[in-house]
């Protein structure tokens, strides 16, 4: 018995599936980034912080306004999963939807992190990725993904019945606790969708079900980024490691990684502004 009513094609479904794509967002008005600004800018950083994200172990961080931060594999292959806030208002935060919308399912140099409506601004922009040649794969994978969730506990048990307390969401839910003294339900509910750092991912070309691969990224490997705003970071150390076969158990193989804060010379980003919240108004 079948499991679901068959619909049968319309005569002209060959023609209907080949009308052409149009992308939904034009790129061509989006804000751009001043890189040449930027570039000059990165010569001549400063290391003024680091932290490490422990395996299967979350770390928050804060990046000052017009700073630049680096996630840095150390050790070994390692995915992140990274969650911005607005240092000053954790309401404002990553909007990995709409990031996915105006850039693409996977970031790089010159992309940026948008953060959520009301505030629509550039949070961070992508300024150097050293797996910026990996492009697009055969199995249509790439790498920094803004199409994942986060894994989570409450999937893991709906899919297992286990528990598993180590999944990246309780990793950023402890680190945000801990970097804001908030009750840990409270840090809960500004866990956010992430970006995926280092992790390679896609979507079945027969099906379109999201799978991963095992990350390409290698020990100095990095991502780098500027801090548009006052920044509140976290990121989680992945318990599925290089994510190439599971994850929400402590099965796979796991490294720590490093977060670094880097200061530009005095005088770098002379003349540049920060990014105003978006000026949209409901009307009267
Ligand atoms: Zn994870």
Redesign the pocket.
Known sequence: MELFERVAEPDDAAARRAVRPVVCYPVETLPQPDMALLLAARAGLTLVDEVIAPPRDGAAFRVPKGHFFRIVSVEGPQ?G?MNLWNAEDLTERLFSGKTRALHATHVTTGNRLWSNLPHLRPMATITHDTLGWYGIDADGGSVHDVIGT??DPYTNRLLSGDDYHR??HSNLTRALAAATRLPMREAEGHVHDVVNVFMCTGFTRSTQQYFMKASPVRPGDYLELFAEIELLGAI?A???GDCSTT?SSDAAACHPLKIEVLRPADGALAGWVGPQRNGYRWPE
């Open positions: 995915v999963d986060r894994c999944c990246c989680s992945c318990p599925g994850h």
